[in-house]
């Protein structure tokens, strides 16, 4: 099993940046890919940024040049730098990390860009 524990979020005014962290312990070794989600109310849950353990890295269209993802191999750790951000992006962001065919997820924590 594999536990994973956000944190970072919070309320921010449009403009503003926030940083994400998410930890990953427990069955770590074998995590091949890490990244962050986001879910809106009343949306389906949708990829934010991806980054495979060679330090491969996919973004949404949405986020392009606004958001950077990066990871701590050492650390079990990936981070979401979230800049420039909108009133679209609140959303609850979730860790995800794929170990072979699995997806384990954090309970996720809340961003809210609002004036």
């Known amino acids: 099993q594999v536990q994973l524990v956000e944190s970072g979020g919070g309320l921010v005014q449009p403009g503003g940046s926030l940083r994400l962290s998410c930890v990953a312990s427990?069955?770590?070794?074998?995590?091949?890919?890490m990244g962050w989600y986001r879910q809106a109310p009343g949306k389906q849950r949708e990829l934010v940024a991806a980054?495979?353990?060679?330090?491969?890295?996919n973004y949404a269209d949405s986020v392009k040049g606004r958001f950077t993802i990066s990871r701590d191999n050492a650390k079990n750790a990936v981070y979401l730098q979230m800049n420039i951000l909108k009133p679209e992006d609140t959303a609850v962001y979730y860790c995800g990390a794929k170990k072979s065919v699995t997806t384990y997820w954090g309970r996720g924590t809340q961003v809210t860009v609002s004036s």
């Open positions: 980054i495979i353990s060679g330090g491969t890295t």
């Open positions: 427990g069955s770590t070794f074998g995590i091949n890919v």
